[in-house]
């Protein structure tokens, strides 16, 4: 099976410049989550979604951050505009409601915002 | 959710029992204990979960003292590839619960 995949896997950008993440959870989970590590902060949670409805975006840091989830097997997280302080990795995260936080991880993609 | 305490660092020698500790002292009752753990340049990955009793899988094994107050994840014979950052997290299993990661344990498997 196929696990959670996350694209790009590096993305180097300049300030100002608007970044968009994508992931596509594991088939069948129907709940999402979007973490951010930085070497200061450890890993954090932004946001999650269930069955494609966001739960909890109390980690969102600010309005220039955004995530959506379309349907079941997609989802973006947008940063507009992007600043240096945003430099970190990011993952996404899958898992169904009868294992809650049973959670499968992406590889993540390690933004660089110059 | 409840708050856990980890030692920052442990080694273990290969192929011996790697035996991870973790506090949690203000758990309160319908609160799991999950563990997972972050290889080099990896997303975390799931080991194991359990409420009160103890659990073992084909990760390793969990053992959760009975008044709930700590844990220990055992990894029954250590391999290099064991070397990570292992997190002792206390959650409740619906949606409304979520993961909040501490620093965890950095374990050094050796030779």
């Known amino acids: 099976d196929a696990g959670v995949i996350q694209s790009p896997r590096h993305e180097v950008t300049e300030m100002g410049q608007e970044v968009t993440l994508r992931c596509k959870p594991i088939s069948g989970h129907n709940s999402l989550f979007w973490y951010r590590q930085t070497m200061m902060r450890g890993l954090e949670l932004l946001i999650y979604f269930n069955n494609n409805v966001p739960i909890d975006d109390s980690g969102m840091p600010e309005d220039r951050f955004s995530a959506k989830m379309p349907n079941a097997s997609f989802s973006t997280l947008k940063i507009q505009p992007s600043e240096p302080r945003d430099s970190a990795v990011y993952f996404c995260?899958?898992?169904?409601?009868?294992?809650?936080?049973?959670?499968?991880f992406g590889p993540g993609t390690r933004l660089t915002v110059l | 959710d409840a708050k856990t305490t980890q030692p920052t660092s442990m080694d273990c020698a290969e192929g011996r029992a790697a035996n991870l500790p973790c506090n949690h002292s203000t758990i309160s009752g319908n609160e799991y204990v999950y563990w997972y753990r972050q290889i080099h340049s990896q997303g975390p990955q799931y080991i194991i979960h359990g409420l009160k009793n103890n659990e073992t899988n084909e990760m390793a094994s969990l053992i959760i003292t009975e008044d709930r107050k700590s844990s220990t994840l055992i990894l029954p014979h250590a391999t290099l590839r064991d070397t990570a950052v292992y997190y002792c997290i206390v959650s409740g299993t619906g949606t409304a619960s979520k993961l909040t990661f501490g620093t965890g344990t950095r374990l050094q498997v050796t030779l």
């Open positions: 995260a899958s898992t169904r409601d009868t294992n809650y936080n049973e959670q499968f």
